[in-house]
């Protein structure tokens, strides 16, 4: 598809467990980000890549979370030890050079900490 | 604090109607504004923006004010349409890498 494609759509885990989310940004987008949307919040900024650097990750909650996008296109979203309060939708969006804010976002992954 | 404030959650509105949605942010940084919209199990989709060297910018139904002194910003939907029922995410920006959005509204454009 043309779209932003994020994997798994829908992980359940346990308190403590390791848990990796995929993020594949539209073709020929330079610029990707992560957004974490709580219940009855809007999506809240995490971590900005623009090709292989992460240019902003001052969303990054604490050295849990760790984000990596190697070849410049597809990215993941790492959380260590995972927690109840890490149960989120986790959101990936992309754009064509990261300067108007008119993002692509894709479907999310929806995690739960049990 | 939230500096992206949206305090109505819900709105409904009638077909054919207008639907208003405000939004109200307190960083003076910002500089460039943007809507959602979010259909359930979907991410969201860009709509509209405005710059703020411009105090409105229209696209098609969907019309945005910006009301930079009273740091204020509004979309009009008119007519409203039942397709646009959808939660609404206002967003502002003061550089390229992230936006702050609201908590959003809900708007239900009823028959």
């Known amino acids: 598809g043309a779209g932003v494609s994020q994997t798994p759509s829908n992980k359940v885990t346990e308190k403590g467990k390791y848990v990796e989310l995929r993020c594949d940004p539209i073709?020929?987008?330079?610029?990707l980000y992560w957004y974490r949307q709580s219940l009855g919040q809007g999506p809240e900024f995490l971590i900005y890549?623009?090709?292989?650097?992460?240019?902003?990750d001052s969303g990054l909650p604490n050295d849990r979370f760790f984000a990596v996008r190697p070849e410049g296109s597809v990215s993941t979203l790492k959380i260590q030890r995972t927690e109840r309060g890490d149960s989120a939708v986790y959101l990936c969006a992309s754009s064509h050079q990261g300067d108007t804010g008119e993002l692509f976002f894709g479907e999310g992954s929806r995690l739960t900490v049990l | 604090d939230q500096q992206v404030k949206q305090n109505s959650p819900s709105l409904s509105v009638q077909e054919g109607r207008i639907s208003i949605l405000n939004c109200d942010y307190t960083n003076s940084m910002f500089d460039y504004f943007l809507w959602y919209k979010k259909y359930p199990a979907e991410g969201p989709t860009f709509l509209i923006s405005?710059?703020?060297?411009?105090d409105k910018n229209e696209d098609g139904r969907f019309t945005v004010f910006l009301n930079k002194s009273a740091k204020h910003l509004s979309l009009h939907i008119v007519p409203s349409q039942p397709g646009d029922s959808a939660v609404y995410f206002c967003a502002a920006t003061g550089t390229a890498s992230k936006l702050t959005f609201g908590t959003g509204t809900r708007l239900q454009v009823t028959l």
């Open positions: 890549f623009q090709g292989t650097g992460a240019a902003d």
């Open positions: 405005i710059s703020s060297i411009k």
């Open positions: 073709s020929g987008h330079t610029a």
